[in-house]
């Protein structure tokens, strides 16, 4: 690897990334009513609102504290994966302005799956 003392800090930065943009997404899930009927417009089964909202805010609160990184991470990109085929799909959505965050997250999260939580990581901390 060129810059394999760098490791640890890639994996801290796509964390930080990931999973601040995972909270940012899944809270308004949790905290929203409105997000429901939105997701229902879509054609989303409105009891996909909590579990999305949780497997969002909680993986990427996971994510960003680097504790079982490399589980949530790939559980997020599962998720990412459900939503880009969701997006493609359902909604005939396009790749930009459609799901280009989706894929953008899913090959983050992926990447995440194989870095781990680094030394700077509660992964670490307890020897994970």
Do not use: C
């Not at 760098?6 to 905290?31: N, Q």
């Not at 991470?73 to 280009?100: I, N, Q, V």
């Amino acid at each position: 690897m060129l810059f394999a003392s760098y490791v640890d800090i890639s994996s801290i930065l796509l964390r930080l990334a990931v999973g601040t943009l995972f909270m940012i997404h899944g809270y308004p899930k949790l905290t929203s009513q409105r997000q429901g009927s939105w997701m229902k417009n879509m054609g989303m089964p409105t009891a996909i609102v909590p579990f999305a909202g949780f497997v969002e805010f909680f993986g990427g609160l996971g994510l960003l504290l680097g504790l079982l990184t490399p589980i949530i991470a790939l559980l997020s990109a599962l998720w990412m994966l459900s939503t880009t085929w969701f997006a493609t799909t359902k909604l005939k959505k396009k790749y930009m302005g459609g799901y280009e965050l989706d894929i953008t997250l899913l090959l983050a999260a992926l990447a995440l799956t194989f870095l781990g939580g680094g030394t700077f990581s509660i992964d670490h901390l307890i020897g994970l």
